[in-house]
């Protein structure tokens, strides 16, 4: 089933539900140049134990196209739309190259919002050697560490100097 969110700017988010609805949620996002069609597989494989909700980013699919660059905080802006539209208090997160990125700024601005965040080949950088740090706005690797929900897993973080190199929190 095809559904709408709207972000604070206007832009239409289309987004397709499959699965249970009363399972937890998993919200898929996927690659530049993509639409939700990608998960199509995941999707197959996952509907009887998720509530599933494939996003169509902006720009992307049956979304809103609309003139300007996009940023990842724009990314980031629409999933919290999508999980909003569907009444999402928490959900699962799953997101493949810039959907990764765009994971990565939902969990720094929403983490209450996570249940779990799976990034798939992706990482804080597209295309130059600036950091997550430059799309936050702040410096992510200096922080102190991220608080975590009741009975969330302990994973690797990026160390100081933020070159992906995991170390244990």
């Known amino acids: 089933m095809t559904s709408f969110a709207t972000t604070s700017t206007g832009t239409r988010i289309a987004y397709f539900e499959a699965g249970r609805p009363w399972r937890p949620a ?16 995941q999707v197959e494989a ?10 169509d980013n902006i720009g992307h699919g049956d979304s809103s196209v609309p003139a300007g660059d996009y940023t990842v905080a724009d990314f980031a802006e629409a999933v919290i739309a999508v999980a909003d539209a569907a009444e999402l208090e928490r959900f699962h997160y799953c997101g493949l190259s810039v959907g990764g990125i765009t994971g990565l700024l939902v ?11 799976t990034l798939c080949n992706t990482g ?25 929900p009741p009975g969330a897993r302990r994973v690797p973080l990026l160390d100081p100097a933020c070159n992906l190199t995991p170390r244990q929190a």
Do not use: F, N
């Open 26 to 41: 998993l919200i898929l996002a996927h690659s530049l140049g993509s639409d939700h069609q990608m998960w199509a597989p």
């Open 46 to 55: 996952l509907k009887s134990q998720y509530s599933l909700i494939a996003i």
């Open 107 to 117: 969990a720094a601005q929403h983490p209450d919002r996570l249940l779990s965040l």
């Open 124 to 148: 804080a950088t597209i295309g130059s050697s600036e950091p997550l740090a430059g799309l936050m706005g702040h410096d992510p690797c200096s922080a102190a560490p991220c608080s975590r």
